[in-house]
C-alpha cells in the first residue's frame, strides 16, 4: 500500500540530497578556483625568490615527495643546472608561463620564467589542488550531511501533523452507523482537505437522496402488490369454495385474471427498478426506425384483438445512441396504453420524423385522453389519473408506473416526454431526441 506520508519524506530527503550534491559540486569548483589561483600566486612567488646568478656547476637534486614542488634551472646555453626531482616526469625544455602537462602519473601544472641568466621552471602535482577543493567543500557540507537524519524526523513529523486532519476525517466516517449520511462538518479543515470532504458531503447527499427514493419505492411497491395478492388469495378461495363448474370456472377466470394483473405489476416494478440507474448498460448506435417497427409489428395483435387500428403514419430514417431494450421497453409501454385507453373501433397513429437533426417519435390514439391538470402528475409513480365519463374504458387494469418508466428511460437517452391532444382528440405522447 502506497503511503503519501512515505512518499512524501522519500521525495524531500531526494530533493534536499539532490540540493547538497549541486551545491557541493558548486563549492568544490569555487574552492578549486581559489586554490588554482592561490598555488598560481605561490609559483610565481618562489620563482622571483630564485637567485639570478648563472650557476657554475648543476646542483644536487632532492625529492621533495609526491606533493612537493618539482624545479628545474636552465643556464643561458641550455644545460640543465639544477631538477630537484629527477623522477618527476616532466618535459626537458621549460615553458614560458603558465601551462598544464599530461603525464603518465597524472597532470601537473608547471610555470615557466627567465630569472636573470636563467630559465626557472616550476611544477606542482593538479591532485594537490584537487585534494584541497574537495577538502574545502567537504568540510562546508559536512553539517548538512550530519542533520540529515534530524532533518528527516522533522519532515516525518510535520507531514504527519499536515495529514492529521485525513486521519479525523477518516475516524469520523468508521465511527458512523451505516444509515447516518449527515454531512460531515468542514470547519477547521485545511484548503487541500475541505475539497474532499465536500465530495464526500456530495457523495453523502446522493446516497441519502437514493436510499429516500429506495425506501419509498419499496413502501409504495409492497403497498401495490398487497392489494392484487389480496384479491388472488381471495379468488383461490372461491376456486376452494365452488360447488359446481360453472361456479368453478368463473372463480379460475378471477383468479387468471388477479394473477395477470400480479404479473403486470410485477414486471412494471421490475423495469423500474432497472430503470433507476443514471447511466446505460449498454450504449450504441441504434437504428430507431427499425425499433420503433419492431415494436409496432409486435403490439399490433393485441390492438387487433381490442379493435384498435394499431399503424405507422410517417417513418423518417433516424438513429440514436443509448440501450436498444430500454428504449424497447418505453415504446411498448407507450403503445400499450394507447392501445389500452382507446375505445373499440379507435386508432392508434405512430410517426417518427427528423426535425431539425432531431428525431420526434410521437403516439397518437383517439381515446379519451388526459386532463391538461393531470398531465405532470401522471409521470409520478403509482399515479393514475381518476376515473370518469372519460376514463371509463380500459381492457386491462393499470399499475400507475407505465409513465414513470417511460420519462425515466428517456432522461438517461436525453430526451424529453410531452403529452399533447390527439389531432383525433385522444392524447398524443412526443419523445423528442
Known sequence: MR????????????????????????????????????FDYQLEQIAAALPSEPF?????????????????????????????RPSAPLAPRAELGFSTEHTERGEWRVYGAIVGDNVVQLAQPVSVRNRLAANVALRTLWPLIVLLPLMGMAVWVIVGRGLKPLRRVTSALDARHPEALDPLPDQRLPLEVQPLVRALNGLLHRLATALDIQKAFVADAAHELRTPLAAVQIQAQLVGRAKDDATRGEALADLQAGVTRATRLA?????????????????KTIDLRALLQECVVAYAPLAANRGVDLGIETSDAATVTGDADALRVMFNNLVDNATKYTPHG????????????RPVVRIADSGPGIEPADRDRVFDRFYRAGAGANRARTDVAGSGLGLAIVRRIATQHHATVTLDESPAGGLQVNVRF
Open 267 to 283: 414486471e412494471q416494478l421490475l423495469a423500474l427498478a432497472r430503470s433507476e440507474p443514471d447511466g446505460l448498460a449498454v450504449s
Open 3 to 38: 503511503s503519501i506520508r512515505r512518499q512524501l519524506l522519500v521525495w524531500l530527503l531526494a530533493l534536499v540530497l539532490l540540493g547538497v550534491g549541486i551545491a557541493g559540486w558548486l563549492i568544490y569548483r569555487q574552492a578549486l578556483a581559489e586554490a588554482n589561483e592561490l
Open 56 to 84: 657554475s656547476q648543476v646542483l644536487g637534486s632532492r625529492d621533495n615527495g609526491d606533493e612537493g614542488i618539482v624545479l628545474q634551472i636552465w643556464n643561458r646555453n641550455g644545460v640543465l643546472m639544477y631538477y630537484s
Open 346 to 357: 379507435g386508432r392508434v397513429d405512430v410517426s417518427l420524423r427528423d426535425e431539425g437533426g
